[in-house]
């Protein structure tokens, strides 16, 4: 019977993944309701980062495609009911920017269910715990996003169709081609 050394020893089982969400939540609203789960011990999936913004409006577009770039899975866009505002009409502006995110992710490929707007009131914290809940699960049936990775793959291509434009004959073909 032959002995396992301590290299040959199968290492600790990686651990299964999970999605990283990045929630952007409004300070009057949504920020708020995530808190009022907090204080009133509603769980929920711990896959999600919230980051606090004074409005769902004031949620640059890049903000969102830098949170897919840099590896989150899902995002997550928590506003004021409409007409309840604290600044008018940002909510809207949000729904306008949600709308032409959601082509710009299309035409990147990513599912439209890794990106979400949810009008959530400083009182619903047990929507946020059902949204939070709802939204980890649908990225988890999604799989991976692997965002970083893909950007690797596609500068490799960029590269090799700069080097294929800038040298469009082998030096072979050129000499072919000369005589």
Not at 1 to 6: D, K, L, P, R, Y
Not at 29 to 56: E, F, K, Q
Not at 61 to 66: E, R, S
Request: net charge positive.
């Amino acid at each position: 019977m032959a002995t396992q050394t301590a290299s040959q020893a199968p290492g600790p089982a990686a651990p299964p993944w999970e999605p990283r969400i990045v929630a952007f939540f409004c300070n009057w609203c949504t920020y708020t309701a995530a808190d009022l789960a907090g204080v009133s011990r509603l769980t929920h999936a711990a896959n999600v980062r919230i980051i606090r913004v004074m409005c769902s409006g004031r949620v640059d577009p890049q903000f969102v495609l830098a949170a897919f770039a840099k590896g989150a899975d899902g995002v997550l866009l928590g506003g004021c009911h409409p007409g309840d505002c604290h600044y008018g009409e940002g909510n809207y502006k949000a729904v306008r920017r949600v709308r032409m995110l959601h082509r710009v992710l299309a035409e990147m490929g990513i599912a439209p269910d890794r990106f979400r707007l949810e009008w959530i009131s400083a009182s619903e914290g047990e929507k946020v715990r059902l949204v939070i809940n709802d939204m980890v699960a649908k990225v988890r049936a999604l799989g991976p996003l692997g965002l970083p990775g893909r950007f690797r793959e596609w500068d490799r291509e960029m590269a090799s169709l700069e080097h294929t434009l800038q040298h469009p004959l082998g030096a072979e073909e050129v000499g072919a081609h000369a005589g």
